[in-house]
């Protein structure tokens, strides 16, 4: 039997291996804008811009909105805030904060505007995920966040108490497990929810789902000071190929609230 | 006839492969934190003086001449907006370097700015300006080449008020010294509608891995702070 020529049979391997891309539903979208990622095949790989799955819409008819289609919607999270198990300190100032803005009482003041909360809960945005075998590095769009999570590493014995904490992380088969302490009190996890406390302690769950196109983000949040029981609140984000992260300098809408005299 | 062609083709695979491997391996890993250890207030040209145009040698000089008395109220980084590019390199904080095929970030801890350069050659379209521009970046054999447009107008290129347009494009091309400890950023300057020709500067960072950045959240050290 004669032999095919070589380039006829890497024709038929190519369009074997589109196929089999179609076919297991990793759709290669049309055109990712440059220097963004399609969705890679390693299950341990997060690296690209994802997007909230309750966010704005994208396009019809892109992989990204389909993604989004298939993405459970969380409850509102004022609704959600509602059922969390609040110490009673907590509950009294959580109904306040409600009253509070119901009577027209601005809740963002200059204390906690244009501060990184955490942001994996109830993010708006984008942001990028960087990886190297060292660090998990995500940057939000939203206040120019960045959130370091250091592989095969320790919390220190001492710790300077943060917005973002100090995360460190290891792999459970396909699965980051994200674990943080190190919160300061400043800021609580919504618009109405009171601060947290500085004991804070947070356990995500991180991994990849729907052919690389969704991350779920499985969290659950212990504070004595702040809840009787753990909260664990799930959170998924879609991957997108379309579109770039903005600049966002929150300060800049902040100017006349007179965030004077920073010094260097 | 086919199987000699099958085995050239194989030899031709391997041959770019291992080619397109050293082009790789070829690239320095400039991931880290890295410090300017001489921080400078003014941004001063590698050869010459500054080629203001008359009226940016103006505003320049009131500018100098009201931070020299004390008075920085032209300076709207003490109202927490970014220092923008490139005054944000003489700072003298240190920043982490993260680089990756397809993008690389400059993570920076004064006001825990960051700033990313996509891995693409041609820049897309500027959909919204910024303090530190939009930047896409390649590599010329170990250099990385950075360039930069779409700023917006209101910052300033140094600490002393150098002004600029939204013309301006910045170039960039970093390099590791062969001890891989010093980091050299060669930046070009160009603003037809400020400088009367294209100018350089240089940056030089010294690697800091026993450093970790810290968060820095201006808004937290604002000393007026309205309820």
Redesign the interface.
Known sequence: MK?R???ARLATAGFLWILAFEFAGVQQAAAA?????PPSADPRNF?GVWWPADGWPPQDGTPEREAQRRSPKPPRMREEETDWPFQPDAKRQYLKNIADDLAGKPRI???I????HFDLLGNRFSF?V???SQ?V?L?FEED???R?IFMHAKHPEKL?P???GHSIGWWEGDTLVVDTIGFND?VGFGVFSPNHSDQLHAVERIRKVDGGWRIEDDMTFTDPKTFTAPVRVQRYYILRTDQ????F?C??G??D???????E | M?KT??VL??AGAVVSAVLAGQAHAAEPDM?GIWQAMNPTAALKPVRGAVPFKPEAKAAYAKTSAASAAGNTDFD???????PGLPRIFGAGHPFEI?Q?P??I?F?FQY????R?V???D?Q?EV??R???GQA?GHWEGRDLVIDSVGFKPNFFLDDLGMPHGDKLHIVERLHLESDAKTLVNDVRIEDPDTFTHSWEARYTFTRRDDAR???D???????????
């Open positions: 032999k020529p070589f380039s804008e440059p220097g963004l990622l690296e003041t200059t204390l505007a244009c501060r990184p990028t960087l990886q190297t660090q590095t940057l120019h966040a960045v370091r300077t943060s917005y973002q400043k770039r992260m903005a600049e300098i300060e800049e902040e100017r609230a007179k965030m004077q005299g920073a010094a | 086919t062609r099958c083709c194989i991931t709207e980084t003490k109202h927490c907006l970014p993260i990756r397809f993008q970030a993570l006001q825990s700015l960051y990313t996509l891995m693409t041609a897309p959909l919204l910024a303090f530190m896409v950045i810290q968060e959240i201006c808004a937290d050290r604002a000393t007026v702070l309205h309820r």
